[in-house]
């Protein structure tokens, strides 16, 4: 599998994420948004974890091993950014939402 045939793969499972995220969007009222949250989560971790190793196939040998190690760490620290990024937004939007209980 050459470069060109994994940028395809991560351009094809990015269009799958967008669909899958517009499916999850409108039926965030009949599942409830900690659900559609979770399974979007877990979908997105799977795309990301399959497109990555897809690349190691272009590798022989002890080289293939040396591969999956750097995939596999890069996999993790990729995430920590949008992660984060998801946390916070997703918190200032709910903070928004929540009546103001503050004692006056």
Do not use: E
């Amino acid at each position: 599998m050459g470069v060109p045939a994994v940028g395809q793969a991560r351009t094809v499972t990015a269009a799958v994420a967008l669909a899958g995220a517009l499916v999850f969007l409108v039926q965030v009222s009949s599942f409830g948004v900690r659900r559609v949250a979770v399974a979007g989560s877990l979908l997105a971790v799977a795309a990301l974890v399959t497109v990555s190793f897809a690349g190691i196939a272009t590798f022989a040998g002890a080289d293939r091993s040396w591969a999956a190690g750097w995939v596999t760490a890069a996999t993790g620290w990729i995430w920590l950014g949008p992660v984060l990024a998801v946390v916070l937004l997703a918190s200032a939007a709910l903070m928004a939402r929540l009546p103001d209980r503050s004692v006056p």
